[in-house]
C-alpha cells in the first residue's frame, strides 16, 4: 500500500532558528515528491517538486532533499520567521496517472 | 492568490439535502482536481477531470459525483450529505494531465448539521 508518513506531527520553535522535516515514503513506481505550505484554512501552495535525478532543491529559505533509494525526504528551513508558521504537506506522485499520496503534514509553529 | 476560484466559500447545509460546489481553473489550465480536508484527516483526493473527461479517481463516494465543463470550470455534487461529509473541499488545476505543480483555489468549508 502506497503511504507517506511525516514526523514530526508538530514543532515549536523560536524566531530565527532552523528547523528540518522529515518525509518517509513506501510509494511505488515514484514519479515526483513535492512539499506544500497550507496556511490554516487556505489551500496549500507548492514549495518544491523534486525528480527521481533531483537530490535537493531550494526555493528561498526553503531546501528540500530527496534520497530516492532511503525513499526519504527532507525540508530544511532556515532563519525561520513568524509567517513560516503553517502545516507543511508531503506529496509523492507514482503510479499510473501520477496519482498523488498525500502526508498528513507537519504542522510549525514560529514563535517570537 | 493563485488565480484559481472557488464558491461559496462557506455552506452549511443539513443532512440529507444535496449541495454544488464550483471550481474555476487558472486561465489555461486543462486539469481540475477535487480534494476534502477533514479535520483529522489530510488531504484525500476524490477526482480529477482533464479537458472535460474524467482522468483519475481517488477516495469520491458514490455519493458525489464532479464533471468538467466546455468552458473547464467543474462542479462537485455532493448529495444525501451526513454528518462526516462536513469538511473543507478543494479545488486545484494544473496545465497538462498530471507530473506538474497544481494550483489550489482557497477552498469552500462546508458544514452539514
Known amino acids: 500500500k502506497n503511504q507517506v508518513e511525516q514526523s514530526p506531527q508538530s514543532l515549536i520553535i523560536l524566531e530565527g532558528k532552523n528547523c528540518t522535516l522529515q518525509?518517509?515514503?513506501?510509494?511505488?513506481?515514484?514519479?515526483?515528491l513535492r512539499w506544500y505550505k497550507q496556511d490554516t484554512g487556505r489551500g496549500p501552495v507548492s514549495l518544491t517538486i523534486?525528480?527521481?535525478?533531483?537530490n535537493t532543491k531550494s526555493n528561498g529559505r526553503y531546501t528540500a532533499t530527496l534520497d530516492a533509494d532511503t525513499k526519504q525526504s527532507s525540508l530544511h528551513i532556515t532563519a525561520s520567521q513568524l509567517s513560516d508558521s503553517a502545516s507543511y504537506i508531503c506529496v509523492v506522485s507514482g503510479g499510473s496517472n501520477y496519482k498523488l499520496t498525500f502526508g498528513k503534514g507537519t504542522l510549525l509553529t514560529v514563535n517570537p | 492568490d493563485s488565480g484559481v476560484t472557488q464558491t461559496p466559500k462557506h455552506l452549511i447545509t443539513a443532512t440529507g439535502q444535496r449541495v454544488t460546489l464550483r471550481c474555476s481553473p487558472r486561465s489555461g489550465d486543462l486539469s481540475v482536481y477535487w480534494y476534502q480536508q477533514s479535520l483529522d484527516q489530510g488531504l484525500q483526493f476524490l477526482i480529477q477531470?482533464?479537458?472535460?473527461?474524467?482522468?483519475a479517481k481517488g477516495n469520491i463516494l458514490e455519493r458525489f459525483s464532479a464533471q468538467q465543463f466546455p468552458d473547464l470550470h467543474s462542479e462537485l455534487n455532493l448529495s444525501s450529505l451526513e454528518l462526516g461529509d462536513s469538511a473543507l473541499y478543494f479545488c486545484?488545476?494544473?496545465?497538462?494531465?498530471?507530473?506538474?505543480?497544481?494550483?489550489f483555489g482557497p477552498g469552500t468549508r462546508l458544514l452539514v448539521l
Open positions: 486545484a488545476s494544473s496545465g497538462l494531465a498530471g507530473g506538474e505543480t497544481q494550483y
Open positions: 477531470y482533464y479537458n472535460g473527461e474524467e482522468r
Open positions: 523534486m525528480t527521481f535525478s533531483e
Open positions: 518525509c518517509n515514503y513506501t510509494v511505488s513506481p515514484f514519479s515526483n
